[in-house]
């Protein structure tokens, strides 16, 4: 069993290097929707993720207009970070099965971005109930990157009587979404690679 200051320092390098990643995803979520890079978040997440993702891009260039160096760059890092957490769970990376760390990572930025969008959908339905109409630098970019999403619902399941349902369908597709990462997950081997992407998916039951 770990000592609480080993499991302490363990939770706060999980916490400092999921935030990383998720920067890094929303410079790409940014990008493909073609935010306000002049807004203050926008420019914070691109100056937290610039010294790693600039260098990386001389080697990975973007495809189709995806900024597919944000795609590595989150994908390596999130698989580095299940090495470290099988290491310290004394675990040997040769113990490791490729396939699984990789697939792992993958399921794990992917719960990432649905728990990001997850919360943002949150964050947005109860300032439109508090202070609708009241619009702050958070607020827009949260509004850029989910409208594309929403939009989709709208067109098919237009407001009725003027309550929007977009949003609560989203968040259950995000439900389900995340049951089909669960199943995926329990193919999986691994002790701990499954508590690391237990700890990303959203408990939503």
């Known amino acids: 069993m770990h000592s609480p ?16 990643i998720l920067a890094v995803l929303l410079r790409l979520l940014l990008q493909l929707v073609r935010a306000d890079f002049y807004n203050p978040i926008s420019q914070f997440i691109v100056k937290a993720t610039n010294p790693l993702l600039v260098p990386l891009r001389r080697v990975v ?22 090495y470290i957490i099988a290491a310290f769970d004394g675990i040997s990376p040769a113990d490791l099965s490729v396939f699984a760390v990789v697939f792992t990572a993958l399921l794990c930025l992917i719960a990432a971005i649905l728990k990001f969008y997850f919360f943002a959908l949150i964050i947005i339905a109860i300032a439109s109930w508090i202070a609708p109409g009241n619009y702050n630098p958070a607020m827009i970019i949260l509004r850029q990157i989910t409208d594309p999403v929403t939009n989709i619902v709208r067109r098919v399941i237009p407001p009725i009587g003027g309550l929007d349902l977009s949003v609560m369908v989203v968040i259950l597709a995000i439900f389900f979404i995340e049951q089909g990462l669960l199943v995926s997950l329990a193919s999986i081997n691994s002790e701990v690679l499954s508590l690391s992407i237990r700890s990303v998916v959203m408990p939503l039951r």
């Open 61 to 82: 260039p973007s495809v189709g207009g995806v900024d597919t160096a944000s795609l590595t760059l989150a994908f390596i890092i999130q698989i580095l970070l299940l």
């Open 5 to 20: 200051i080993f499991s302490t320092l363990n939770y706060i390098l999980q916490t400092v290097v999921g935030l990383y």
